[in-house]
């Protein structure tokens, strides 16, 4: 069923979902939305099924026509989004008839805005998921971000009859200054105390080289005890790497599945998913949390994540 | 070699979902063989809890679900498999033949290979294929595996600025290792040859043919063998997998 047609695609638009699973011995990076708290909570709003694929925007919006009558959801990045030319709330059930506009501003915080459609978008299941992994050219549309012309299309799912809204408690800020909880290792014994201090005593500024596939951060050099490379293993999203220069780099969902560079530390899956809506210039600091700190924080976490629709209030 | 590896193993935490069990320091055969027997005996056991398994050169990660088991947990589990292993008999080995086309359009560095060590091209050739080469570990991009490991006579330093793009199926050598590049991407091996095999595929189950463990022989094959088992693989007619 044609959805959507793509009038502008945006500066990078892709399908995703909650990722891929199972592939990393292959190679195969998870992908999925950067924030996945925004991607559950868009599908919420619509209730669709947590997992179902949506559209990851970055920093300029695409402008899409609607081809039926729908519903929508926006989420994450706040973007100014616009329905025939009209400012229509973000974290809200949107009616869309045949033949609307919608489209968006910029990015005014954050990095990027989910957008779902009732009943999901239905591109083919690779792998198990609709993730767009566009350095592997599969997922999603054709394995790359959304051109002009493509066509989005959904399932045919009965209209809602409620609309939905987010609490305001929980609609996400994103201030551009975010601290990230990690926990040390698994190479943090290749780096001096010093060294260990300089990493969760500083701010790290993002630099321009990040994207899906991780954040290359600028700021006060990391001390390695003596070698600065590993024998190649696993890498997963989170995981906090620092080559040579002393200059951390932070991998993201779309990363290489291996890497040579030692790793002082790793963000908790909760802050991965903040991690998303970081942008260039933005600042982040580091906070050292032990692995039941943690597990006790992502308890909480699935616990809104698997009430959301609970929690959301009926307008 | 063997003061390389950890004594004992070493369990390492990877954030709060995963954990990674060391067995050395080095690219070897013994601490690889450890990583791959650890991997299968995980598989087998379906500890609760555990969602993924990535075996590379010398340690396994286990990604885990921390709401339903612990760090202390798995370590707990797995310490008590790790034991067992020392009795089991080593893991069986897959042969696959990997056909190749050596030198020429086909291996453009295959010539520097050859003036950097002195030797004939077909010296070369000859000591890439008769050796059998251990996927270590698939990285990289999508069912790049690495292999090794090469005769030191051929080890070769990677370019110095990488190729934009390196064609799939290309073989290439990095220092002692050598491996396939399944797709077209960017890279910066020495390229002495192609196969006509995809070695991924994201609609065939699994993805990749080769896995970690297995052990690969790379075949010279004519310009024309290429073009003939190109088009008997895309029908699914080759088959690399033999008795070796």
Request: with cysteine; proline share 7%.
């Amino acid at each position: 069923m044609k959805v959507f047609r793509v009038i502008k695609p945006g500066l990078f638009t892709t399908v995703q979902d909650l990722g891929r699973h199972g592939y990393l011995k292959c190679g195969i990076p998870i992908s999925g939305a950067m924030d996945t708290f925004s991607l559950v909570a868009a599908n919420a709003l619509v209730a669709n099924n947590p997992n179902d694929a949506c559209l990851e925007i970055t920093l300029i919006g695409p402008e899409l026509q609607a081809l039926t009558r729908t519903q929508i959801a926006i989420t994450g990045g706040v973007i100014s989004p616009k329905i025939n030319g009209q400012n229509v709330p973000m974290w809200q059930t949107l009616e869309v008839q045949e033949g609307d506009l919608v489209s968006f501003g910029k990015v005014e915080s954050g990095c990027r805005t989910y957008f779902s459609i009732r009943g999901g978008i239905n591109t083919p299941l690779v792998l198990g998921s609709r993730a767009t992994y566009v350095r592997g050219g599969f997922g999603g549309i054709n394995g790359r971000q959304l051109k002009t012309e493509d066509i989005i299309e959904g399932f045919n799912k009965p209209p809602l009859k409620a609309r939905y809204s987010m609490p305001e408690d929980l609609v996400q800020q994103f201030t551009g200054q975010y601290k990230v909880h990690v926990v040390l290792g698994p190479q943090a014994d290749m780096f001096t105390e010093t060294g260990i201090n300089t990493f969760l005593s500083n701010s790290y500024m993002v630099t321009l080289e990040a994207d899906r596939m991780g954040y290359r951060l600028e700021g006060p050099i990391i001390e390695h005890k003596a070698k600065a490379d590993i024998i190649s293993d696993a890498i997963l999203p989170g995981a906090i790497q620092v080559p040579k220069n002393g200059k951390p780099i932070i991998i993201m969902r779309d990363a290489q599945t291996t890497g040579g560079y030692p790793k002082i530390a790793v963000a908790t899956i909760l802050d991965i998913s903040l991690l998303g809506q970081a942008k260039p210039n933005d600042i982040i600091e580091f906070h050292k949390i032990t692995i039941n700190q943690a597990r006790e924080k992502l308890f909480e976490y699935y616990k809104l994540l698997n009430n959301l629709s609970c929690m959301l209030l009926t307008t | 070699m063997k003061n390389e590896v950890h004594m004992p193993t070493r369990y390492l935490p990877f954030g709060d979902h995963a954990l990674v069990i060391e067995f050395g320091d080095a690219i070897s055969l013994e601490i690889n063989a450890k990583v791959i027997a650890l991997n299968e005996a995980l598989q087998k056991a379906e500890i609760q809890g555990v969602e993924e398994l990535v075996p590379t050169y010398r340690s396994l990660l286990v990604r885990y679900n921390p709401l339903t088991t612990t760090y202390e947990q798995l370590v707990f589990r797995i310490k008590d498999i790790e034991k067992t292993l020392k009795k089991t008999a080593p893991v069986e080995s897959r042969k696959i033949t990997i056909p190749v086309v050596y030198g020429g359009e086909y291996g453009p560095d295959l010539t520097y290979v050859a003036q950097f060590h002195e030797l004939s091209e077909e010296q070369v050739v000859k000591l890439h294929f008769e050796r059998e080469y251990r996927v270590y570990m698939i990285g990289f991009v999508a069912g790049f595996p690495y292999l090794g490991e090469v005769p030191d006579e051929i080890a070769t330093p990677r370019l110095e600025t990488p190729r934009l793009k390196v064609l799939a199926g290309s073989v290439g050598i990095a220092e002692k290792q050598t491996g396939i590049y399944p797709c077209d991407a960017p890279g910066g091996w020495r390229i002495i040859g192609r196969t006509p095999l995809k070695l991924f595929n994201p609609l065939r189950q699994p993805p990749t043919l080769l896995k970690p463990g297995d052990t690969v022989k790379f075949k010279p094959i004519s310009e024309k063998e290429f073009k003939t088992i190109e088009e008997t693989a895309i029908k699914g007619v080759y088959s690399p997998f033999s008795e070796v």
